[in-house]
Every structure is written in C-alpha cells, then in structure tokens.
C-alpha cells in the first residue's frame, strides 16, 4: 500500500485514533448545543457521559458484528432478532447507567426505580433512551461506510496506478531492446563496408544507450534531453542513408525547462525511417517539427512512402511495437490530454501530436 503523508489520511488510517477522534467530538459538541436550548450545561454533560456505555456497546456490536457478519450476509432474520434483543440489553443499561450516574453526580434529578421496573417498561427505553443511544449508533454506522467506501476507492486508485507503472516500466523495456536492434543493424551494415563512421555510430549509440536506460526513471524528464536523443538517433540514420534521405528537423522550444514523459516521441521517429527511408529505394524525405508554447506541445513527422503498393501493404503488415507502444505510453501519461493523428496517403505518411503541458 502506498504510503499516505498528509495528517488526515494518516488518521483514517489509524483505526484507534480516528475512533478517539469520532467519540471524542461527539462527546463534546451535542452536549454543548443541548446546553445552549436549556441551559443546564450539568444536566446535558451528566446525560451525554450515562449514555456512553451503552453507544459504545450497541456502536461496536452493530458495526462490527451484526452489519458485517448478518445483514451483508443476507442472514436478515437474524439480523432482526439480533437487533431488536441487544438494542433491548442496551437500553436497558443505558437506563441504569443514566439512573446511577445522575445519583452519584446531580442527586437532586435522581428517581429511584427497581430493575423489575426498567425491564418492564420497554415502552419508556423505546421513547427516551432510544435516540440518545441509537442516534450515535446509526452516525458511526453512516460514517464507516463512508470511510470504507473511501477506502476502497483509495486502493483502487492505487492499484490502478501501480498497474499503470508497471506497463510504463514494460513499455520502456520494450522500448529500449527494440531500438538497440535497428540501431545496430545499422552499425552492422557500416562494419562491413568498413566505415571509418563505424566509431562515431557507437559513440553516439553508447550516449543514447546511457540515456535510455539510465536517466528515463523519472515520470517526466526535460524536453531538451529527448530533442537530444531525436538528434542522435538522426545523425545515426543519416550515417547510413546519406544523399538518399532528405532530412529536416525543427525544433522551437519557449520554455528550455519543459518536461515530457521519456521515450515518446522517439518511436514516431523511428517508425518514419523505418516505414519510408528504409523501404524507399529512390530518394525519400522526412521532415521532423517540434514547438511547444505555454499551453500546448506539437510534434509532427513527415515521411514519404515507398512507391510500390505492394511495399506499402507489407509496410503495414509490419508496423511493429514502436507507434502502439508510443500510442499505450500516451494513454497512460497523458490521459484525456493529448490529440493524436495520422495522415496517410498514397506518397506519404504525417503524424501530428499535441499534449497539453497545463
């Protein structure tokens, strides 16, 4: 269970201290207010301390015992023998705690009545001690089930978002093994023409490698650090496409300190090279924009597509993991808060992202 750090959670999670707290303001704020209709802060005071025992028996044996194990368990005529009997104990106790008390404190209201008495008036226990009893019972009883009901709703949300960090950290696991293999498909192919390019492949690829896997823990980094990897990441692939790709990337930022969730962006990316530069046997472009001003972020990506349909079909028959993993890491990072489009046509193929960042 996450951890909660304000005081009032930390109350309703100390079940002791909150049922202090409950008993404690009751105590002391009804016998005010009667106080305040007739006067007698004595009277009041004497009455709310005689009645305690018994709320705090009937409180306790309802809620704990009888609503849980009974009524939620549909065991209803039991539940009503059992109610109509202990609220009948209850009373009973309520009158002689109430009879006692007055004598030992305000003797000057003391009636003395015989048990015999009190047992046959049940009437009397029903009109008098029933409210000031039951009245306190049905408010914790109220307040319980809002506090469960809190709760519950509390441990769904935190498992929620447990689960949803957990597909996070799968996701950027996917993310990185997939990357790490085009990237060094790429370098293999250098290798064997014996490129002198071949060492600034891995430089630039040990620096991405150092930023994928070590600085993308946070929930949000700065947007400079993934406009880095975007950088590298297209320095790679012009390595190795040379005059055959038409490339451009843009970027305006008015913030330097914007943050972004990490390994966004990167897939739409990649999947502009790997969708059209890869599979463009004639000169293929590829246009990269990023602005981002107080309210929204905006990323779009441009490739041309191969001229064979058929090309195109197997294209999207392979689209792999790295636009619906782009897709599910928006989902979960930016529910309700980001707008994501694809434009396609027979030449080329758009993507168009915005994020709110208020």
């Known amino acids: 269970m996450v951890k909660r750090k304000n005081l009032i959670d930390w109350i309703l999670q100390n079940r002791v201290v909150s049922h202090l707290i409950f008993w404690f303001l009751l105590f002391i704020s009804l016998p005010i207010l009667a106080a305040l209709n007739d006067g007698s802060v004595e009277k009041t005071v004497n009455s709310s301390l005689s009645f305690l025992p018994a709320q ?36 009973v106790i309520s009158k002689l705690s109430n009879m006692y008390l007055t004598k030992f404190f305000i003797p000057k209201y003391y009636e003395e009545e015989s048990f ?25 009883l109220m307040t ?46 250098l290798t064997l023409d014996r490129s002198e390019k071949a060492s600034e492949v891995v430089l630039k690829l040990s620096d991405m490698l150092d930023y994928m896997l070590y ?28 005059n055959k790709l038409t490339l451009n990337f843009t970027y305006h930022l008015h913030d330097p300190n914007v943050m972004i969730a990490p390994l966004i962006l990167i897939s739409f990316v990649e999947n502009a090279f790997k969708h059209g530069a890869s599979n463009n046997l004639n000169d293929s472009v590829i246009r990269i924009e990023l602005t981002t001003n ?37 989902e979960l990072n ?25």
């Not at 930016?334 to 208020?358: A, G, M, R, W």
């Open 56 to 91: 705090l028996l009937a409180s306790y044996f309802l809620v704990y015992y009888q609503v849980p194990k009974l009524l939620f368990k549909k065991k209803y005529l039991k539940f009503g023998f059992s109610f109509l009997i202990s609220a009948y104990v209850f009373l």
């Open 116 to 140: 015999i008495e009190i047992l046959a008036d049940p009437f009397h226990l029903a009109v008098v001690h029933f409210p000031s009893v039951y009245v306190f019972v049905f408010l914790m």
């Open 144 to 189: 319980k089930i809002v506090k469960d009901r809190f709760e519950e709703r509390h441990q769904l949300e935190v498992l929620q978002k447990e689960k949803a960090n957990t597909e996070l950290k799968f996701l950027k696991a996917q993310t990185n093994p997939h990357f790490l293999f085009n990237t060094l498909n790429n370098l293999y192919s």
């Open 215 to 242: 600085q993308c823990k946070d929930a949000e980094v700065l947007l400079k650090k993934e406009i880095a990897l975007i950088q590298d990441y297209i320095d790679l692939e012009s390595l190795r496409y040379g």
């Open 294 to 330: 107080q309210d929204q972020l905006c990323f779009k990506v441009f490739n041309t597509l191969p001229d064979s349909k058929q090309d195109i079909n197997e294209n999207e028959s392979r689209s792999g993991i790295g636009f619906s993993n782009s897709q599910r890491q928006l």
């Open 334 to 358: 930016y529910k309700n808060n980001y707008d994501l489009k694809s434009i396609k046509t027979d030449n080329d193929f758009q993507v168009v992202l915005s994020i709110n960042l208020q």
